[in-house]
C-alpha cells in the first residue's frame, strides 16, 4: 500500500474514532452540547486527532522510508485534487444543511445557540476531512 | 471507472529493454512505482510531459509508445 493512502487511512479513522466519540457523547446526552466541559472536551478531541495523526505517520514513513520521502507525482497531485474538491462539496452541504436544520427545525433548540451552530459547523468540517480521505482511498484503490 | 481510449505498448518495452523493472522505469521519470503500474493497466493517462519522458527512456517516438484507440 503506498505511503499517501496508508496516510488517508491514517486520517480516516483517527477523525472517525476521536470526533465519532466526540459528537457520540453529545448526541447519547454524556456530553452537554454547550458549555466549559464542552469546550474542554473538544480542544482534547483536536489535540489528541493531531498528536495521533503525527505519531502513527511517523511510524508508517518509518515503515516505508523511500516511499514517505519522495515527491508526490501528478497522479498522486490529481488524486487529492479531486478528493478534495469531493470534500468542497460535502462541506458545503453539511454545513448549509445543518444551518437549515438547526434554523427550522427544533432539533437542536429554538432558536438555536451559537455554540450548538459552531457544532454544526465543526461537523461539517469533520465529515468534509473523513470524504476527503475517503475519496484519496477509494481512488488509490481503483488503481486510478 | 471508464477505461481510457489510449493503449500503450510500456509492457512490451520494459521487457525488450531487459525486463526493466516498474520501479525502475518510475524512478528514471521521477513517478512513483504504482503510477507507472497505472499508466500501464490503461487507468490513467500520464501528462504529455510524463508521456515524452516514458517515451525517452525506450528511445522511441510517443506514437510507437500511446496509441489512440477509436472507441466506436
Known amino acids: ?144 | 471507472m471508464a477505461r481510457l481510449p489510449i493503449a500503450n505498448r510500456i509492457r512490451r518495452l520494459r521487457f525488450e529493454a531487459g525486463e526493466m523493472t516498474q520501479q525502475e522505469l518510475a524512478r528514471r521519470i521521477g513517478m512513483t512505482r504504482q503510477t507507472v503500474a497505472a499508466i500501464e493497466q490503461g487507468k490513467y493517462a500520464p501528462s504529455l510531459e510524463a508521456a515524452f519522458r516514458i517515451a525517452r527512456v525506450f528511445g522511441q517516438p510517443l506514437e510507437a509508445v500511446f496509441q489512440w484507440v477509436d472507441e466506436d
Open chain 1, 1 to 144: 500500500m503506498p505511503f499517501r493512502e496508508k496516510s488517508a487511512w491514517i486520517s480516516l479513522l483517527v477523525m472517525l474514532g476521536v470526533f465519532g466519540a466526540y459528537f457520540g457523547a453529545i448526541l447519547t446526552g454524556r456530553l452537554p452540547p454547550a458549555g466549559l466541559v464542552t469546550f474542554r472536551y473538544l480542544l482534547m478531541s483536536v489535540a489528541a486527532a493531531s498528536l495521533l495523526q503525527v505519531a502513527l505517520r511517523v511510524i508508517a514513513a518509518m515503515l516505508a522510508r523511500s516511499d514517505a520521502r519522495a515527491p508526490k507525482d501528478e497522479r498522486e497531485r490529481l488524486i487529492e485534487l479531486k478528493a478534495t474538491e469531493v470534500a468542497f462539496y460535502v462541506l458545503l452541504v453539511a454545513a448549509l444543511g445543518g444551518m437549515f436544520v438547526a434554523l427550522h427545525t427544533p432539533l437542536f433548540g429554538h432558536p438555536p445557540r451559537l455554540p450548538t451552530m459552531g457544532l454544526v459547523t465543526l461537523a461539517a468540517v469533520i465529515l468534509a476531512d473523513v470524504a476527503r480521505s475517503l475519496a484519496i482511498i477509494v481512488r488509490y484503490r481503483l488503481g486510478a
